[in-house]
């Protein structure tokens, strides 16, 4: 005869060749809801502590030793197709059932995980280097541990709660917002993908600056090239940034590299964000080298001034019709 098997954490979704074999005599397993015969229509159907190998028996459990029983036989197994993510609702779920019950997990927030997130990204960056491709499979399994446990925090918040189905679908909106050309099938061009991403992004965003998003906690060095490109997207006459933001020097015994450097970047990203605002201010939008360079003004590196290939201009109206580069 037949099993079919129900997932667990799905009970609602029947294959459709079992749906003809749900009708006629039926044994369930002990795992089964009673809710699920109800919504089925099933009054004759009860948990048996022996099998009836003549009726369909209906599980969720694949380990059942009825279950066992009737596939060592031959019976034939029905159960859902299996998707990719669906190991996925597995780990939701085990997440959900560590916060409520666990004394270390029930008491963590985003602040205490903080250290961990950080290890991780570390750890999956090592495991890339490497090319372990064992090791890369489990660190980016401790990174979706941090992912799960932060949005089964953020599910408790009072005020502005979200849930891991938030975060999901956030990234499907984000990313389809981003990519339409490529899902519609309409080019498949790198460039034509890039242009429309940071179109669509700077259109979100409505940036008031072009720092805005820029992660200041990031290591000095990750946080100097991701400012340069910023500038760079943005057209900044990236030749008038003092060399000592560009550059390091290392001294044995000296002050930390690390923190001389991040000052120098926020530091100067200040600067940036005060040109930004009196430009503003003025009507507007610095989205050319020209405007870049009437709204700084002279700028001189190590007393020398930087050569300059346009005469400084006003910002003109086309560029103030110009989105912010994201």
């Known amino acids: 005869m037949t099993v079919v098997l129900l997932d667990p954490l799905r009970p609602d979704v029947i294959p459709l060749r079992a749906i003809p074999l749900l009708s006629g005599p039926l044994v369930i397993t002990e795992d089964i809801h009673p809710s699920t015969l ?3 229509g099933k009054t004759s159907a009860s948990w048996a502590e022996v099998d009836d190998p003549e009726s369909t028996l209906l599980t969720s459990d694949r380990m059942h030793r009825f279950v066992r029983a009737r596939l060592e036989r031959g019976d034939d197994l029905i159960a859902a197709r299996e998707v990719p993510g669906d190991a996925l609702l597995a780990a ?6 560590l916060r409520r019950n666990g004394p270390w997990e029930s008491t963590q927030t985003h ?3 903080r250290r961990y997130l950080l290890e991780e990204c570390y750890e999956l960056l090592d495991a890339i ?3 372990d491709s064992e090791l890369l499979r489990e660190e980016l399994g401790d990174l979706l541990l941090q992912v799960l446990f932060h949005a089964r925090i953020a599910a408790d918040d009072p005020d502005h709660p979200f849930d891991i189905d938030d975060v999901a679908q956030g990234f499907t909106d984000k990313v389809t917002g981003r990519t339409p050309g490529i899902l519609s099938g309409a080019h498949a061009d790198l460039e034509t993908q890039i242009r429309e991403w940071e179109e669509r992004k700077a259109a979100e965003k409505n940036r008031g600056s072009v720092f805005d998003g820029v992660a200041t906690t990031a290591p000095a060095l990750a946080l100097t090239q991701k400012v340069l490109e910023r500038l760079s997207a943005a057209d900044f006459p990236l030749d008038t940034i003092d060399p000592a933001i560009t550059s390091v020097v290392v001294e044995p015994g000296g002050d930390s590299v690390e923190e001389l450097a991040r000052q120098r970047v926020r530091a100067f990203m200040a600067h940036v964000r005060d040109v930004e605002k009196h430009a503003d201010a003025d009507g ?4 050319t080298r020209a405007a870049w360079l009437a709204a700084l003004g002279p700028v001189a590196v190590d007393g020398e001034p930087v050569a300059v290939d346009e005469e400084p201009v006003a910002v003109d ?10």
């Open 38 to 40: 109800w919504e089925l």
């Open 92 to 97: 939701v779920a085990l997440m959900d059932t």
């Open 111 to 113: 602040a205490s995980l």
């Open 129 to 131: 280097d490497d090319d």
């Open 284 to 287: 507007g939008v610095l989205s």
């Open 317 to 326: 109206e086309e560029s103030r019709a110009q989105p912010n580069s994201p």
